[in-house]
């Protein structure tokens, strides 16, 4: 313990947001059901670890370091958790999405707490990257780097240091401060607190070997015409377009409860990063005539309407959203078309507070 890549574990990494947990029965209560669900589906193989991050305030995380020592009790797979501070965060996202905020954002300003709901628009960058310090260490060059980050890509960290005639670092390794268990953090799922599981969570990280070249976010489609309202003008001033339009031809939108990050894709996209600076989201908001309030699930709809290619679409089963709020507020008619999702439901989403079926 304490070495790096002592164990050569697989680790599997999940990300939820989770502030203000202690003032809420009710996320308590949808917590409670994710992650008991989480448990009872879950099942990994002899040396992998799933790692539960959560994004939190003190009180949230003493309330929720309670919780989980309840919900993991039959849990049949080694796990770690790991709390980072929401206002540390907040900090380095800020200069990030500052831009992005007053599109995106409920009200008009850029309000510097609402920066978090942008967390995976720009988690390649807040997320340490896996260290390229070993090149120090050995002398090697280059090629040292690559191999490590060869190794990541296939969980192998411990066989790919002996592999380097490495057989142990120098304790303590004085090059790299994060703990071990973000090394090699290049993929991650980040999902809302208010799920149901009705699979193993393992079985939707095999979606990341599905992204196509060039994608680097999976993610489902939204299940309400939503952005049929949100490109209202757009939709005007171009009757052809698809935007907006229901699946399976048209282009709905995505919905962020349940996203796949490959975060060495979000590093290497060079088409990515450009669609994150200021002038880019501008220019395509001005474009579609884009003004929304739902933070990270907005930016990726809007720019999946001009580079679909960066998304890898998540089966409907993945993100089984129940919200039916539009249905009765002015979209009765189309609802259909876009609630519809055919298949088996691996995940169901209580999203605006609906009530998860017990089956
Ligand atoms: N969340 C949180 N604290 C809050 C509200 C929301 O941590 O006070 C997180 C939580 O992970 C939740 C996510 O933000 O699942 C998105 O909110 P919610 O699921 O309520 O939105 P919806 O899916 O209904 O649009
Ligand atoms: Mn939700």
Known sequence: KGEIGGSGDQHYH???MFTKVDKSRSLQDKFRVAMLSMVKHGDFMEGEVLVLHFVSDPASKELG?????????????KYEVLFHDVVDLTHK??????????????????YYSDAIFFLSVAMHQIMPEMPPVL????????????????????????????????????????????????????????????????????????????????????ITRE??????????QYRKENPRTRVGDPPPEGLPGFNSGVMLLDLGAMRESALYNQLLKPSNVAKLADQYRFRGHLGDQDFFTMI???HPELFYPLACGWNRQLCTWWRDHGYGDVFQMYYRCEGLVYIYHGNCNSPIPDY
């Open 14 to 16: 999940a990300l939820m």
């Open 65 to 77: 370091e309670k919780m989980l020592q309840e919900f993991l009790l039959d849990a049949t797979f």
């Open 93 to 110: 996202l800020f200069p990030i999405v500052e831009a992005m905020q007053k599109y995106f954002s409920a009200g008009s300003g850029a």
């Open 135 to 218: 090149v120090l260490t050995d002398g090697s060059g280059p090629l040292c780097w690559a191999s490590l980050q060869w190794m990541c890509s296939m969980g192998h960290h411990q066989k790919g240091l002996n592999m380097l005639g490495l057989e142990s670092l120098p304790q303590p390794w004085p090059l790299f401060s994060t703990s071990d268990r973000m090394m090699c953090l290049t993929r991650i799922v980040q999902l809302d607190l208010d799920l149901k599981y009705r699979t193993n969570i393992r079985d939707l990280f095999k979606e990341f070997d599905r992204f196509p070249p060039g994608a680097v976010i999976g």
């Open 223 to 232: 299940m309400q015409p939503v952005y049929r309202h949100t490109f209202w």
């Open 304 to 306: 999946g309407m001009e």
